[in-house]
Nanobody
Framework: QVQVVESGGGLVQPGGSLRLSCAASGNIFSISVMAWYRQAPGKERKELVGSITRNGIITYAEFAVGRFTISRDDAKSTVYLQMNSLKPDDTAVYYC????????WGQGTQVTVSS
């Protein structure tokens, strides 16, 4: 079992920044990928924001390139999502995803970008 806990969401003005954290605990060995997804209001599906593999390969969705940065602290088993130049369209619940043999999801953290 893996426990996944996100934190760091909140209300921010357009152009502002937020850093989300995703802490994994429990049986974290053999995690192959950790990723951030988001689900915007009224949307049925989550969309990928970005991911980082066990080997440190990072990929981003097109909308995240140049604005969002994923990093990892292995000592804390934590992955971060630094979000800059936030737009109202970035308003969503952000979820952390952990891939092992089975998938694990966090409970989500709300990000609201509004003036």
């Amino acid at each position: 079992q893996v426990q996944v806990v996100e934190s760091g969401g909140g209300l921010v003005q357009p152009g502002g920044s937020l850093r989300l954290s995703c802490a994994a605990s429990g049986n974290i060995f053999s995690i192959s990928v950790m990723a951030w997804y988001r689900q915007a209001p009224g949307k049925e599906r989550k969309e990928l924001v970005g991911s980082i593999t066990r080997n440190g390969i990072i990929t981003y969705a097109e909308f995240a390139v140049g604005r969002f940065t994923i990093s990892r602290d292995d000592a804390k088993s934590t992955v971060y999502l630094q979000m800059n130049s936030l737009k109202p369209d970035d308003t969503a619940v952000y979820y952390c995803y952990v891939q092992k043999v089975i998938d694990y999801w966090g409970q989500g953290t709300q990000v609201t970008v509004s003036s």
